[in-house]
T-cell receptor, first 113, second 113 residues
Framework: GENVEQHPSTLSVQEGDSAVIKCTYS??????FPWYKQELGKRPQLIID?????GEKKDQRIAVTLNKTAKHFSLHITETQPEDSAVYFC????????????FGQGTTLQVKP | SAVISQKPSRDICQRGTSLTIQCQVD?????MFWYRQQPGQSLTLIAT?????????ESGFVIDKFPISRPNLTFSTLTVSNMSPEDSSIYLC??????????FGQGTRLTVV
């Protein structure tokens, strides 16, 4: 089955700097890759996703890149702000396999003012 | 988008007892999923709740321990049976997936004493 590895487990940056979180997946049939943000005590919320027919997607300060050949994808946050501090999860889905999401281990991002 | 109501939000249970968690979606959805999230950890998929048929369980999870019902396209329950302290965790239901956003319930924080 699918296995998703996520790095780093913790990331501390200064406000205004960029943050990059990387994930690799094992199932070459996976073709949907969302990123979720989870604040303490709250449910995961989708922040951006990418499908396998594109290599990059941007939404304001957030971007995701996908390399299907290497089976890895990354989240880029620019101009970080303290409110970006949270746990971020990557996930992968193979729609032909019920569409279930398999999550990475999570990255705790701390943005220092 | 979908709005998911999950209850109870938290409970403290005696070991050996069972707890049923309910998940209600405000629209019909094909796929529903149940996850477990232990403190400080990622989301681990327990099972896919299939409408009109038995749930599909992931490795390490069995029906006797985590029976699931899916009577229609908007509702599902997860029961945690014969609980032990190791079952203390947050349980989350999810709807959607495949190539589209998956939404999450607010979670049930379970403590077994």
């Amino acid at each position: 089955g699918e296995n998703v590895e996520q790095h780093p487990s913790t990331l501390s940056v200064q406000e205004g700097d960029s943050a990059v979180i990387k994930c690799t997946y094992s199932d070459s049939a996976s073709n949907y890759f969302p990123w979720y943000k989870q604040e303490l005590g709250k449910r995961p919320q989708l922040i951006i996703d990418i499908r396998s027919n594109v290599g990059e997607k941007k939404d304001q300060r957030i971007a995701v890149t996908l390399n299907k050949t290497a089976k890895h994808f990354s989240l880029h946050i620019t101009e970080t702000q303290p409110e970006d501090s949270a746990v971020y999860f990557c996930a992968a889905s193979n729609p032909s396999n019920t569409g279930k999401l398999i999550f990475g281990q999570g990255t705790t991002l701390q943005v220092k003012p | 988008s979908a709005v998911i109501s999950q209850k109870p939000s938290r409970d403290i249970c005696q070991r050996g007892t069972s707890l049923t968690i309910q998940c209600q979606v405000d629209s019909q959805v094909t796929m529903m999923f149940w996850y477990r999230q232990q403190p400080g950890q990622s989301l681990t998929l327990i099972a896919t709740a299939n409408q009109g048929s038995e749930a599909t369980y992931e490795s390490g999870f069995v029906i006797d321990k985590f029976p699931i019902s899916r009577p229609n396209l908007t509702f599902s329950t997860l029961t945690v049976s014969n609980m032990s302290p190791e079952d203390s965790s947050i349980y989350l239901c999810s709807a959607g997936g495949g190539l589209t956003e998956a939404f999450f319930g607010q979670g049930t924080r379970l403590t077994v004493v």
